[in-house]
């Protein structure tokens, strides 16, 4: 790799690393002001939320886009998985392993409702801003992520290595979501997914495994 080259990759993480670095900045500055969960509990029943949600993930999908530059179908690795049975085999066990790491980790950790987004019950009358939220939470942020932490983030970082990559992506993942009883359950998803997309060479798993998890936790927020 010429000297220009190496310059230009480590320009390119130096960019990354700040943009998930003021992502996280703004979430944990956001998860200790003043705002009380009771504020943010109702926001998926709004409208206002999605097209926030919807708002705020395309400003931020253009820094990421902006820092893949021409390498975009190498870093974003939208492909088929190199096996697909084998591929979903280890979709299945990362998902089997993340719930085994949740449920033992509930005993100590509130992570669950840290958040304070979703509702405490169903109001059906809020069914459709429900619907619209649980779009940008079920599909936009897991496509928007996975791109950014399994395709840019450790397209970047595997020439230092893939264990180092799988784990610095899996912490930083955690720490962008700005969340303090959650973070050991969100690092823990983050390294658990870089490794499935160190395994298949594609970011296309973690999206469906990403996807189907935030779904299955917007559903039992408000059936249980």
Known sequence: MSVDAVRWSRARVAAWLTVVGLLAAA???VRFSSASDADQRD????????LSGLIFYGIFFA?????AAVDTEEFFALRRPRVIGQAVGFGIGVAVAIYIV??????FLDAGKEQGLT??????????AYAANFLVVAVVAPVVEELT????????LEQYGRPLAIVVVGILFGLAHGLVEALPV????????????SRTDSTIPGMIVHSLFNSIALVVAVTT
């Not at 926001?43 to 999605?50: D, E, T, V």
């Not at 949740?102 to 005993?107: D, G």
């Open 63 to 67: 820094f990421v886009y902006a820092i």
């Open 102 to 107: 949740s449920a033992v980790l509930a005993p």
């Open 43 to 50: 926001a998926l029943y709004h409208y206002s939320s999605a």
């Open 27 to 29: 979430n944990y500055a």
């Open 186 to 197: 969100l690092a823990t998803f983050g390294i658990l997914l870089t490794w499935l997309r």
């Open 119 to 128: 509702p405490s019950h169903w109001e059906p009358q809020h069914a459709g």
């Open 149 to 156: 932490f399994r395709g840019v983030g450790y397209g970047l």
